[in-house]
């Protein structure tokens, strides 16, 4: 698929058949990620792909939204291995992280595997859940599946601001 049909077409899934991604699939949406730029190529992030059906319900425990994905990634990043602004207010872990969830995502839709970027949660109950390491945090939350029957965007997916209204020429 073109990129511009990728990024025009894919959609935040919100119920999904119990069709299973394929192992192939799945490794192209995890190398898209692994593949994504990072602030001094520190590469702290570490993705979780949850598909154990016991790890799900744990999951579901603190979001109501997975809509029935067979497949979770729970996108962290190691607080302890980031690149620090100057002046020291923010560092590169959550745009690092957010980073490689895009491709993640962008990479699902190319392999015609939908997904759902899921904020929808406490991180700290998530990382308690699956039982994380201490200075990972997590990011987000990511359905992936195939849609179910009759899913589709919601209606206000094609609804977007005109450039004008979100970009200044300085």
């Not at 899934?13 to 799945?26: Q, V």
């Not at 520190?42 to 598909?51: A, C, D, G, S, T």
């Not at 200075?135 to 206000?156: K, R, S, T, V």
Request: glycine share 6%; hydrophobic share 40%.
């Amino acid at each position: 698929m073109e990129f511009k049909e990728v990024i025009r077409n894919r959609y935040s899934c919100k119920k999904y058949s119990d069709r299973p991604i394929e192992d192939e699939k799945l490794t192209a949406i995890l190398e898209a990620g692994r593949l994504a730029p990072t602030a001094k190529n520190l590469q702290e992030q570490h993705i979780y792909v949850v598909r154990d059906p016991a790890a799900l319900a744990k999951l579901d425990t603190v979001t109501p939204c997975r809509y029935g994905a067979p497949v979770m990634l729970a996108v962290a990043f190691d607080s302890t291995n980031v690149f620090t602004y100057p002046g020291g207010g923010r560092d590169s872990g959550t745009e690092d992280a957010a980073i490689v969830a895009t491709h993640m995502i962008l990479a699902a839709a190319d392999e015609g595997v939908n997904s759902c970027w899921l904020n929808f949660f406490d991180p700290a109950l998530a990382k308690e859940a699956l039982g994380l390491p201490e200075c990972e945090e997590i990011l987000m939350l990511m359905d992936l599946g195939y849609a179910a029957e009759g899913a589709g965007p919601l209606p206000n997916h094609t609804k977007r601001k005109p450039l004008d209204q979100t970009v200044t020429y300085i």
